[in-house]
């Protein structure tokens, strides 16, 4: 039995807090003393993912602040983190993935000489801009960290060419393919309801394909948005088709695609939806466009196409493996795209998810415990 190991979790964003679900609950387990701080960066998403996972915060730093730089929410991360990392003197801290708030966690924890373990090392465009500012964020920590876990052979791979030791990194599959099967697992038994998914059930028209999209990364702000709008716009001509758009609270996005696709035909806007009304609608769709990271790990484990409005993927496995088709932000392609799709798919032939099996916060937490 594992006694007085002390680990915090810090995360701040709704994706996350989703990967690092999983990871609090096995740690909690096998008997580690698990403390959460959150910053927040996400407010009003990042809390109906806690509900659903059952974790409560130790520590809420509540940073969110309308329009605030990337600079201001760094150096409150930096401040308010320190607070908490001399108050715990914790023996691990574990951050997640590519967010301000992982990377100033990490560099916290670093001058306060606390050792730190990166979940989802490894990820990489090598282009600064693309994602902005994730990939800076990413190649940050791995500079400090002292465990990489990566989710791949090539996230192992790319920290292997940077110089990273072998011996500290950990190849575990992703976490968030743990937390999709434990949430498709609850949201599928009889007696579970939830007043989002049975509002959805009302509002989507089942008998057409369903189009779900996503968008908001930062690079795709401004002319990416109206392309992306001018195509849902020519696939929504469709009969067949119903294209459903939880819209980004950002009004980098927001205000654009409310302005070119409001009370279009086929084309239902809603606002965002929690962790498990969007997996059923994942499950519901036909079709994924997206320039979300997670969704493309997700998909594959439901069988579901995904088309990246990105021209760069971190996650370049789900690609070569068939499962996504980077397309950019051109209209055109993009149009194309899923014409064909909703023609010609008939279903992936392999069905293995390049990004895992549902064990990895498990191997986690076996490394941990054998360290």
């Known amino acids: 039995m594992v006694k007085n190991r002390n680990i915090l979790l810090c995360f701040g964003t709704r994706p996350e807090a989703i990967k690092m679900a999983p990871l609090y609950h096995e740690l909690q387990q096998n008997n580690f003393e698990v403390k959460v701080c959150v910053t927040a ?21 509540n940073l969110m602040q309308p329009n605030q730089t990337l600079n201001g929410l760094s150096a ?79 996230a192992t791979q790319n920290l292997l060419q940077e110089g990273i030791a072998k011996t500290a990194i950990i190849q575990t599959g992703n976490t968030v393919i743990d937390a999709l099967l434990w949430t498709v697992n609850k949201i599928s038994k009889e007696e579970y309801l939830h007043p989002e998914i049975e509002e959805l059930k009302k509002l989507i028209p089942l008998h057409k394909k369903t189009l779900l999209v996503t968008g908001h990364r930062r ?115 993009i149009v194309c795209t899923i014409q064909n799709l909703l023609d010609n798919f008939v279903g992936f032939e392999k069905s293995n998810n390049p990004y895992g099996n549902g064990c990895a916060s498990k191997q986690i937490v076996d490394y941990l415990l054998k360290k």
């Not at 509900?51 to 409560?56: C, L, R, V």
């Not at 989802?120 to 994602?131: D, F, I, M, S």
């Open 41 to 61: 960066q996400h407010r009003e998403m990042l809390d109906q993912v806690l509900d659903f996972f059952e974790i409560i915060p130790d520590y809420d730093l």
């Open 76 to 154: 409150k991360i930096l401040s308010e983190i320190d607070v908490v990392l001399t108050k715990e003197q914790p023996d691990l801290v574990l951050v997640h993935g590519d967010t301000t708030t992982s990377a100033m966690v990490a560099l916290a924890s670093f001058h306060l000489g606390v050792k730190v373990g990166h979940v989802e090392a490894g990820l990489r465009t090598y282009n600064k801009q693309a994602p902005f500012p994730e990939e800076v964020n990413r190649q940050i920590s791995s500079r400090i960290v002292d465990f990489h876990f990566t989710p791949t052979q090539q």
């Open 219 to 333: 690079e795709s702000f401004g002319e990416g948005i109206k392309n992306l709008c001018e195509a849902l716009l020519e696939t929504a001509k469709r009969d067949d088709v119903v294209i459903v758009y939880p819209v980004h609270l950002n009004p980098n996005v927001k205000d654009v695609v409310y302005e070119l696709l409001s009370k279009k035909e086929n084309i239902l806007l809603i606002p965002p939806v929690s962790y498990p009304a969007f997996v059923w609608l994942m499950q519901q769709s036909f079709i994924i466009v997206t320039d979300s990271g997670g969704i493309q790990e997700e998909a594959p484990s439901l069988g579901k196409p995904v088309v990246v409005t990105r021209t760069i993927s971190e996650r370049p496995e789900g690609v070569s493996a068939g499962f996504s088709t980077l397309v950019g932000t051109d209209k055109n392609r």
